[in-house]
């Protein structure tokens, strides 16, 4: 999640042009919520082990 | 309206009506509070009341303490920033400690402090309603003191207090920058997600999930109580959306009206949704869902309510109505995340919403782009610190209540007496 984080900032430093950094922070985004997706799925699983 | 401009001096009369309003805010809080004691069993209902009183109070001396500070809520230095592709990014207040210099801070700025201070308890509170019937009360006063001394203060300056986020606008045209101004990513976003990091670390409810089958139904105690917080919370939220237009987007007094109607409209389109969906799901309207549904407009009207039409209100109210139940579900019986409060689906969700649709009904060029990048800030970092800072907290005071304690219940466990000592109550055979 960090990484799609500093993907974002990246973006705003790095382009000028709009077109190009929307869909640079739009790709950023997407490594976050790819990293929400594992970190939810992580929690799951240890969850489903230790069910009472 | 536009955050970014500069104000010479607040008159008196739009001094008065911010203080007003901010005096009518708390009533937000004490909404939630009555709503986070009815979703949860009767068992905890006392221990989860003054739960809410003391993570109120400790938000409010630890934020006096360290985070007004941090937050640079009172004029006392630039904040610390760093200089990066020829833009200073100002990442951390500097504002005086322990409050010193508050009688002589311009108007302006004594209104946002309180503004801070009633918004900082707000969002301690989400984590404790999603923790309830096994978060120790130590537990919770811990969470609140760590969200108010270092976590809220520094989203609240990226926001609010001319932070990198607030800059976006004049630093690279995204629009009028990050726009937030009732606290629905402030606030909402940061609570909703402190609350998942709680429910992540303290685990489900004992029973909650069998080994076999789907998840018991452990239903709210009292839905009067609930859907009371829920009338009060309008007023609440209503002073919230409007102070913060004033305080945060140098909203004209004639652009208030708007703010109070938005926020009316939202939620009461979100209700009428879920009513909807619950009727056609259930075959009849399920009371703590539709609960859920009118906090949820209240949630993303907090973001947009100040800056859209009126349709436009309807629409956010409407997708936050849709989803709401539909998120309540797919957490419990997919995610296996036990939220008795509904704080991650109702606070974090729809406080991302109401944030993304501020952006994509703003006629300002980058203004989306502001809102996504303010969003990615919020999930990228505050998750991940939110989610470490609890984790390291657990080691030294631990979030959940031992089983015995959680099987006779919070209220004897932890106060030696229940909130309804005249019934009696359930016993926890009564769950698998």
């Known amino acids: 999640m960090p990484a799609g984080f500093f993907l974002t900032i990246a973006a705003l430093v790095l382009f000028a042009e709009p077109m190009e950094r929307s869909v640079f922070v739009v790709c950023g985004l997407a490594v976050e919520v790819l990293g929400l997706g594992v970190a939810v799925r992580g929690h799951m699983l240890a969850r489903g082990e230790s069910r009472p | 309206m536009n955050p970014n401009l500069p104000v010479a001096v607040m008159p008196d009369s739009v001094f008065a009506l911010t203080l007003a309003l ?19 069993r009767s068992r905890s209902a006392a221990q989860s009341l003054l739960g809410c009183l003391a993570i109120v109070a400790i938000s409010a001396v630890v934020f006096a303490l360290v985070g007004s500070a941090f937050a640079g809520s009172l004029p006392g230095g ?49 984590p404790w309603g999603s923790g309830a019937d096994r978060l120790r009360l130590a537990a919770g006063c811990a969470t609140a003191a760590v969200l108010a001394a270092f976590v809220f203060p520094l989203a609240a300056h990226w926001i609010w207090g001319g932070g990198w986020l607030g ?51 452990m239903p709210g105690h009292n839905a009067v109580y609930v859907l009371f917080g829920c009338l009060i919370s309008l007023v609440g939220w209503i002073a919230f959306n409007v102070a913060g237009a004033i305080l945060w987007l140098n909203a004209p007094l004639i652009a208030l009206p708007l703010t109070v109607i938005n926020t009316l409209l939202t939620a009461s389109t979100a209700l009428a949704a879920t009513f909807t969906v619950t009727r056609i799901r259930f075959g009849k309207p399920d009371a703590s869902l539709c609960a859920n549904g009118w906090m949820a407009g209240l949630v993303a009207s907090s973001a947009c309510a100040a800056i859209v039409t009126p349709i ?121």
């Open chain 2, 22 to 40: 901010l005096l009518l805010a708390p009533l937000a809080i004490a909404g939630v509070a009555l709503i986070n004691t009815g979703l949860g």
């Open chain 2, 312 to 432: 436009v209100a309807l629409f956010v109210g409407l997708i936050a109505g849709i989803a709401t139940p539909m998120l309540v579900e797919l957490f419990e019986l997919a995610l296996t995340v036990d939220d008795p409060s509904g704080a991650v689906s109702v606070h974090a969700a729809a406080g991302l919403w109401g944030l993304l649709a501020a952006g994509m009904f703003s006629h300002q060029p980058g203004q989306f782009v502001a809102q996504l990048v303010g969003v990615a800030a919020l999930l990228g970092v505050f998750l991940p610190l939110i989610y470490l800072l609890f984790w390291l907290l657990n080691r030294v005071v631990p979030f959940r209540v031992d089983p015995d304690g959680e099987r006779i219940g919070m209220d004897l466990h932890e106060l030696g007496g229940g909130a309804y000592p005249e019934f009696v109550i359930h016993r926890d055979d009564s769950y698998r």
């Open chain 2, 167 to 217: 800059q976006l606008g004049v630093n690279f045209s995204l629009g009028s920058g990050f726009l937030d101004a009732g606290g629905a990513g402030t606030v909402h976003l940061l609570g909703g997600l402190s609350a998942m990091a709680v429910l992540w670390i303290a685990g489900p409810r004992r029973g909650k999930f069998p080994k076999e089958g789907f998840s018991t139904a």
């Open chain 2, 78 to 126: 630039t904040g610390h920033s760093f200089h990066l592709a020829g833009k200073a990014w100002n990442w951390l207040g500097e504002g005086p400690l322990l409050l010193s210099g508050l009688g002589t801070a311009p108007a302006k700025s004594q209104l946002g402090l309180i503004f801070e201070f009633l918004a900082v308890a707000l969002a301690a509170l989400l």
